[in-house]
């Protein structure tokens, strides 16, 4: 009788442990197939989905808006990075608590806008885009153009996914790292867009001779690199 | 009474084994490293730039040319005869027979090479995953065999030398076929060069591309880690790859895995 009750008891936790792991098991393949759906359903970047279809004229095969990825401006306002077609755009990347280097680079591209006549301006864009989407909400964007005397019908202050940007950061060989303390290093270069998107010059290094870059934007037809 | 409580305890103890060994903390084809601590090759200055991991997932295999094939042929636009030039050099995938074949000199289950780093990232999105960070990646090519920090031990480090200094071979082996580290991670080293998620940390220092102030930081910081710690030194190798890179860049020795938060 004593052995019998022996094996009950010990066939019943048998069965309560196998139902437990069972149990635990399936809910982390259910778990960890939420998540996949969960990443799915998140906004691919630009090498995980198919390209749609732009509107306008196909893209040429060099435009970096091939990338076809989503920003958010400094009004909380969505973009897509083709919407950046038509204009030359003269781009760099920043992050908006950067005490130095930042605003030297952002002086850079204003003193492009300052020897750039208004006929020439209309055909031109200012765009920074941020390296820091944790902190750089469109909010504080719009704090550092104030605090930088950005006018924003010239310039616009873009963020997205880190994906999103690191793809973007990689075609202009934009290169930066978070330091522990909360900042970044990173290139100092500003790159110039033709209409289309497509890279047509780089200026690298703070407070260069601005001279062949604005040369570059002044010539309509496509230079080389 | 007695004899029922050991023969529970015995019947727990065997559930509770079965258990632990269960691997809980493998998905598939992944093997969790515990947090920890990475340190930078090179380091500007007094401030410690040591990098904090969290535990993550990694894969315990590169990916081979077979599981690339699949991704490719659910993804055309991902085929070398449609891949944007941004995306991927002319090289990419060169050593395939074309679009969907890979031909008979190539071993399905070698490791996939002349890849881009973002075709490697639209592979790891594809699967809910994302390539490594540098610090993950280091983290986990420190284990040799036995040991979470290989490094300590100058047999491994000599080990990974000798595999830079062998030239590259055009018929790479299967995965798995070179050694399993002390996580369960196979062919952190010896096979191939890996993309990380962000290889372009790099060089960042440098005022420009064009100056030369990159080389003096980069030399200059080498020569002072290095006097005190030689077995940095195939990290260095490392680091002066990654800095050599472009996102689109393909070659035959760089290759791929992939990685995955916990949570």
Known sequence: ?225 | MKKLFNISFLVLLIVSIVYAKKPSEHISDMVKIPAGTYTPLYVNDTTDQSVQVDEFLIDKYPVTNQEFLEFVKKNPKWRKSNVNKLFADERYLSHWYDDLTLGENVNPDAPVTNISWFAAKAYAESLGKRLPTVAEWELAAQADESNPNGYANPKYVERILEWYSKPSTKNLPAVGSVFKNYYGVYDMHGLVWEWTADFFNALVSGESRADGGINRNLFCGTGSVGATDFTNYPAFMRFAFRSSLKANYTTESLGFRCAKDIN
Not at chain 1, 114 to 137: A, C, G, M, W, Y
Not at chain 1, 165 to 183: H, T
């Open chain 1, 1 to 225: 009788m004593k052995k019998l009750s022996v094996i009950i008891i010990a066939i019943l936790i048998l069965t309560v442990s196998v139902i437990y792991i069972v149990a635990t098991e399936t809910s982390v393949d259910a778990s960890s197939r939420a998540e996949l759906q969960d990443k799915k359903s998140e906004k691919e970047s630009c090498c995980s989905s198919d390209m749609e279809e732009v509107s306008m004229s196909e893209l040429s095969e060099n435009s970096l808006y091939q990338l076809n990825s989503d920003w958010t401006n400094q009004f909380g306002n969505k973009i897509n990075l083709t919407d950046l077609r038509g204009r030359k755009q003269i781009v760099t990347m920043i992050f908006a608590n950067c005490t130095y280097v930042c605003p030297i680079l952002v002086n850079d591209m204003r003193r492009i806008e300052d020897r750039l006549s208004k006929e020439e301006l209309k055909n031109v864009q200012f765009t920074l885009f941020t390296i820091d989407p944790e902190r750089d909400t469109p909010e504080k964007l719009k704090e550092f153009a104030q605090n930088q005397n950005l006018n924003l019908s010239r310039w616009q202050l873009l963020t997205s996914s880190k994906s999103d940007i690191a793809d973007l950061a990689a075609l202009m060989g934009f290169r930066y790292k978070k330091e522990n303390d909360g900042s970044y290093s990173h290139s100092n270069i500003i790159s110039i867009l033709n209409e289309e998107g497509e890279l047509i010059h780089q200026q690298a290094g703070l407070s260069q001779e601005i001279e062949k870059t604005l040369n570059v934007i002044r010539n309509q037809n496509k230079q080389g690199v």
